[in-house]
């Protein structure tokens, strides 16, 4: 996880943590999903990575509302290179992150 943290840019005093995704092929060859909590527990980023082809390693750091922070890179000054529309969340996706977000 250290490499991760390193990778990523974590600050000292974040927690980085793995979530684990459901298919066991996704833990080898990726997507991963990581999550950043402040020192308070607070969600503050959630990390997308995977490897590429050529050996590299390319991820996307996203608020805790969706919104693209960073991508690896790529300069933060340049716009977002545009992608294909995401499906909506189910309503019990948007119920689970209002909850991890302290909502009702």
């Not at 969706?66 to 948007?94: E, M, N, Y």
């Amino acid at each position: 996880m250290l490499k991760f943290k390193e990778l990523f840019g974590v600050p000292i005093g974040h927690a980085l943590r793995w979530v684990k995704p459901q298919e066991e092929a996704r833990v080898i060859f990726g997507p991963w999903e990581h999550e950043e909590y402040d020192c308070n527990g607070g969600l503050v980023a959630v990390y997308e990575s995977w490897t590429r082809k050529d050996s590299g390693f390319r991820f996307v750091k996203y608020s805790p509302y969706g919104w693209v922070l960073s991508i690896s890179g790529r300069s933060p000054r340049l716009l977002p290179l545009r992608a294909a529309p995401c499906p909506l969340a189910s309503t019990s996706q948007r119920i689970m992150l209002r909850k991890h977000m302290g909502g009702r």
